[in-house]
Structure formats: structure tokens, C-alpha cells
């Protein structure tokens, strides 16, 4: 039981070495390259986790050379075109000025069903309001409205709004994150006498605190109760 404890510990820390290696991606990022790696790796981990023999060195070398393996075709992909596309793939254009092309969709492995879905799901539930559609390398579909279908912008109502900047997080569960607020030109005093201000002694009691790029603090409180529950919930 211990070695199976000791292998399973290894095999996480292998995996997040080799995660740093490979880089952080969403699910819905990955290539089929990095799917596949992906998933080979967890299985030859699984298995260094749960051998009760002396061999945990050979799926240890085998994560290793995967990992390795998936690091260096990513370095090539992003210094050659051709390499990429060999790894990759290339989008595929499956409809287009209210063409459909059937030997995209074959070539996607793709039905009119799962397209008309896809649509549906991306909020288009016709196809005159849908000027192109591009089936991307990882698998999802990519929209482009058509000019009188997307929603107005500032620039179409010829407005000059204010460009919004990220929020920096000055308290994280009742944890002063002193770093950011050096960020922003402020400190300790300056975060008291805002708690003050808005009738907070301590930082303890605060979930989340956040600044924005005019120095306005927003606040949120702990609660320890449910809330509303969960009103999604129909049941």
C-alpha cells in the first residue's frame, strides 16, 4: 500500500512537470496532437501508479519521452508553417455566403446535423444570418454574422467610450495580497483607511477585494449561508 502511495505521488509530480513542459491549455485548445499525448500520458501514469512490480522506471521513462516529445514538436510547430500544418491540420471552411461545401464536411467528418447544432448552440438558428463558418484545428466551429445580424458597436453608434483596464485583487480570502497593491501605487494605510470608509475593521471577514484603474476598492463579503440556492434548478 505504501509503494502505491509513493508511485502515485511520483506519477503526479511527473505530470505536472511535463503539464509546465507542454504549456497550460484548455480542453477545448488542444489539438488532436495534444489530445492524444495527453491522454497516453495519464494512462502510462495510471499504470506507474498502480504497478506492484520493480518496473515503474520504464513507464517513468515513457511519460518522460512523450512529454519530451510533445515539448520539442510544439518548439518546431511555432518555427515552421509547414510542420504546423502537418501537426495541426488547417481550418476548414464548411459554409460560406450561403454555400455549404460538402467535401469540407467530409473532410471534417462532419454531418449537416451537428453543424445545424453547432449553429444553434453559438446562437445562430438560421443561415442567412451567418455570412461564414470555419471548422478551427481543435474542433470547434467559428462564426462570422453578417454585418446587419451582429450586434452594434460603440464605433457603429459613433461613441468614444472610456477603455476599461483589468481589476487588480488587493484581498483574497481575508488575505492582504500586498505585491498588487504595491502595483497600483498603494499600501497597507491607504487599504485600512478604504476598509474604514466603507465600515470594515479588518481584512479577515473580506472574500474578495478588487481595484480598479481609478482607484474605486469593490468589496465582497463572506457569507456563510447558501444564499438563494440554487435558483437554476427545476427540480
Known sequence: MLKIVYLSIGSLVVLFILTKLMGNRELSQLTMFDYIV???????????????KDNYMEPLIAMAVYGIGAYLISVMTSHSIKIRKLITGNTVILFNNGKLYKKNFKKAKLDIDEFLM???????????DIETAVLEVNGKISFLPKSLKRPSTPEDLKLNPKQEKIVTIVISDGNIIYNNLKLIGNNEAWLQKQLK???????????????????????????????LGDVLDSK
Open 38 to 52: 495527453s491522454i497516453t500520458i495519464g494512462s502510462i501514469a495510471a499504470e506507474m501508479a498502480t504497478s506492484l
Open 118 to 128: 453547432q449553429c444553434r448552440i453559438n446562437g445562430y438558428f438560421n443561415l442567412d
Open 197 to 227: 470608509s466603507q465600515g470594515f475593521s479588518t481584512a479577515k471577514d473580506i472574500f474578495l477585494a478588487t481595484c480598479d484603474d481609478e482607484n474605486k476598492l469593490s468589496i465582497y463579503v463572506k457569507y456563510e449561508k447558501d444564499g
